[in-house]
């Protein structure tokens, strides 16, 4: 059994080789923006951010791509026993992107994504009036799906957890992004 998976893995490797150096796909660069939704993990509460998701990247292939990416989210309010926490989040990063097209024409694609970022919380407890910032960086790792709908526009929904580096309250968040993008 495991001689025929390798055997079925190598030559799907080795298929997928052929087709990228036979992909006669130029480089292509995009812009594109969205709508991200954010569940973090704090310490004491758990915030959902809604976000404003913008990118600039290029294509290399029909298969690989990357992007620098901003986000910036809008005020969240939690409760803290009887203090409330207002909360808000800005991110800026790279992330590295792959392609899988899963059907003839190459319009749907599996999309795994890898990268990171900066990431700035703010905090402020209203009842102490206390306004703290939170800095550090964020790895990122994801998946979702691409759809081309015409020559130039494309869609694409993505899943990522991001772990934090050096940010003490935060620990971890997931994001959801529904974005649309313009290839020139």
């Not at 206390?130 to 130039?152: C, T």
């Amino acid at each position: 059994m495991k001689k025929i998976t390798f055997v079925l893995i190598f030559g799907a490797i080795f298929i997928n080789l052929n087709n990228a150096a036979a992909d006669n796909y130029k480089y292509v660069p995009y812009i594109g923006g969205g709508y991200q939704f954010d569940k973090a993990q704090l310490a004491e509460v758990r915030p959902q951010y809604h976000s404003v998701y913008l990118y600039v990247g290029s294509d290399y292939s029909s298969y690989f791509g990357t992007e620098l990416f901003f986000s910036q989210s809008a005020s969240e309010n939690n409760k803290l026993g009887n203090k409330k926490l207002k909360s808000s989040y800005r991110a800026y990063g790279l992330d590295v992107l792959g392609y899988l097209p899963v059907d003839c024409q190459k319009k749907f694609s599996l999309a795994a994504t890898a990268g990171f970022g900066e990431y700035t919380f703010n905090f402020k407890k209203t009842t102490a009036a206390k306004h703290h910032n939170e800095h550090g960086y964020g790895y990122r790792l994801g998946g979702g799906f691409k759809y081309v709908l015409d020559a130039h526009w494309q869609a694409r929904l993505l899943a990522r957890y991001v772990r934090f580096d050096k940010v003490d309250d935060v620990n971890q968040s997931l994001e959801y992004t529904l974005s649309a993008e313009y290839h020139f």
